[in-house]
């Protein structure tokens, strides 16, 4: 019987063959990729991003100082207009003599202030409450003719009767500004409810 001659172990790393001539349709290698020594085929190692730079924002412009808007209550227009006017009564009886005048100059903006602080609920308010408090403040103005109380009543019905264009002027003012708030609170709703028209 013929005995089959068995080849012995080889020891020792094996050689691969020689490359032969790379395929055009496969890609290329990366130039990191190379064999370990388990066989395997090591992977590249993965770029490193680049750290994002936060975004400074800008600063904030300063704030703007806005002008006193409050808003009163009917009753605390009335008290507001009624002191202002009773103080700038005593100021004019003080310092230019008790001038009517100068006094009926000064209520007209007496008025619009008023007029504009007025919360919506009570803007109905202004024109009532500017003529009472122009009469509160034409007491110290007005000359009571040595009289006491009786002269002093009289002296200030004087003063109204003679400074009607005043009291209807100032009255005038607030009317207005009422009824121009008025005017924009109605049509103010009016512009935000209005559907959007389709374009053509």
């Given amino acids: 019987m013929e005995q089959h001659r068995t080849r012995p172990a080889q020891h020792g790393p094996r050689h691969d063959p020689a490359p032969g001539p790379r395929d055009p349709s496969r890609p290329p290698l990366p130039p990191q990729a190379g064999r370990a020594a388990g066989g395997g085929v090591a992977r590249s190692a993965q770029a490193a991003r680049p750290a994002r730079t936060p975004q400074r924002r800008p600063a904030p412009p300063p704030a703007v100082r806005r002008l006193p ?56 308010t202004a024109p009532v409450v500017v003529p009472i408090a122009f009469a509160v403040g034409l007491v110290p103005v007005a000359d009571d003719g040595g009289g006491g109380t009786f002269g002093g009543l009289m002296g200030l019905v004087t003063g109204l009767a003679t400074q009607a264009g005043w009291l209807y002027g100032g009255t005038l003012v607030a009317g207005v500004i009422v009824i121009a708030r008025r005017v924009r609170r109605v049509r103010t709703p009016g512009r935000r409810t209005a559907p959007s028209r389709p374009r053509p």
Avoid: H, I, K
Wanted: proline letters at 4%; hydrophobic letters at 55%; one cysteine or more.
């Fill in 69 to 124: 808007n409050p808003r009163l209550t009917g009753l605390g227009g009335g008290l507001f207009c009624a002191l202002l006017m009773l103080l700038l009564g005593l100021l004019t009886a003080a310092l230019f003599g008790g001038s009517q005048t100068v006094y009926g100059v000064l209520f007209l903006p007496v008025c619009a202030l008023t007029a504009v602080w007025l919360r919506e609920g009570d803007l109905l």
